[in-house]
């Protein structure tokens, strides 16, 4: 499946040497991408908070080779380590860009990245690092092509960063993304994410993510192996029904601010993504004890003060706590003394909802 309108045309200058910066961030979906198609398309359509303090900083550097390569050429490096391991992935990334990008082999590449976040924390980096890479890269194409404009550099950025992750498609702009075709969001596309284009009331506005560190290990499931569980799952097609009609249902809650509906929407979502696991074969439990004793708590404080504290998971033990701004001193509060000591080390990382990447 190729794409002609990504597809360069007018690459017009000469550029020998240069380097480009960009700092990317995670997001955290509220209805979750879960199943692709061949070539990193979504059985079915997500939308996330992007955030602010969780991001990847990566630094691009570029020489031209002069000379005819079989291979990429690149070095990637880690917090100034050079990182051999993660040379496959970017190569795989490469390989499924080049089209899109056919300069990627007359360049000898510098990757020097870093996470805002500690690598081993639990957190993936798969969206705030392939994205900050597109972008990167989009800047190079930028400077082989000047007339590109701000519209296609968003959208093939998003487009190139969702064939390295499916997730970071949705972290180039902010606060809030959608990615997959959906008819009742206009210009939403299988392709790339956009920006919600829709009216979203104040109570979501700078709304908050208290990230609980409960196992910060190495992911027991990869989000590939993830993915293909939902290859004849016996309940796939019926979750890939109700998160479109997930999606349907937040664009009313996010427009008459209905945090009530945004709680059992959110929270349905994250339990029914574990759901979709333990019922897989094979079958996994990614949550572990603390995770349930959070939940229960969040429940529980819920219940007694009315507040509008709600979680989600992602494909992990972790909690992300969800809280708008206007009560977040009470919940941020109860966090610290009720909820912190279910977390591994005491570690959590306090973030909220972001405006996007950002060129350095
Ligand atoms: C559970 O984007 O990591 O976080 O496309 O294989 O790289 P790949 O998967 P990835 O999957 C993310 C899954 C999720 C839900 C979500 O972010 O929507």
């Known amino acids: 499946m190729t794409l002609n309108q990504y597809i360069p045309t007018n690459l017009t200058k000469e550029i020998n040497k240069g380097e480009a910066i960009w700092t990317s961030p995670s997001n955290i979906a509220l209805v979750k991408y879960w199943g692709k198609k061949k070539h990193q398309i979504p059985e079915n359509q997500s939308i996330s908070f992007t955030l602010d303090a969780c991001k990847t900083k990566t630094k691009l550097s570029y020489e031209k080779t002069n000379k005819v390569i079989d291979n990429y050429s690149f070095d990637v490096y880690l917090d100034g380590e050079e990182k051999l391991d993660f040379k496959p992935k970017i190569n795989t990334f490469f390989e499924r860009i080049e089209v899109y990008l056919p300069f990627l082999k007359d360049y000898h590449f510098k990757i020097e990245t870093s996470n805002t976040f500690p690598h081993s924390s639990g957190i993936a980096s798969s969206a705030s690092g392939m994205s900050a890479l597109a972008l990167c890269l989009m800047s190079l194409e930028k400077e082989l092509n000047p007339e590109i404009t701000q519209e296609y550099f968003n959208e093939k950025a998003s487009f190139l960063a969702r064939l390295g992750s499916g997730s970071a498609s949705r972290s180039i702009e902010g606060d809030l993304v959608v990615w997959g075709a959906h008819k009742a969001i206009e210009g939403s596309s299988d392709l790339y994410g956009i920006k919600y284009p829709y009216k979203v009331h104040d109570n979501f506005k700078n709304y908050h993510d208290t990230i609980l560190l409960v196992d910060k290990g190495e992911k027991q499931v990869s ?59 094979p079958y996994f439990i990614l949550m572990k004890p603390n995770t349930l004793e959070i939940i229960d708590k969040i429940w529980a404080f819920r219940k007694e003060t009315g507040l509008h504290i709600s979680f989600t998971l992602d494909a992990g033990a972790n909690v992300h706590v969800l809280y708008p701004e206007k009560e977040a001193e009470a919940i941020y509060d109860f966090i610290k003394t009720e909820l912190v000591a279910y977390c591994q080390n005491g570690h959590y990382i306090c973030d909220r909802i972001g405006f996007g990447a950002k060129q350095l």
């Open 223 to 281: 989000s590939t192996v993830g993915h293909n569980l939902m290859y004849n799952h016996p309940f796939a097609k019926t979750r890939f029904k109700q998160a479109e009609e997930n999606i349907t249902n937040i664009k009313g809650i996010l427009e008459t601010g209905d945090l009530d509906g945004f709680i059992a929407l959110i929270e349905s979502e994250a339990l029914t993504l574990h759901a979709m696991m333990m019922t897989s074969m």
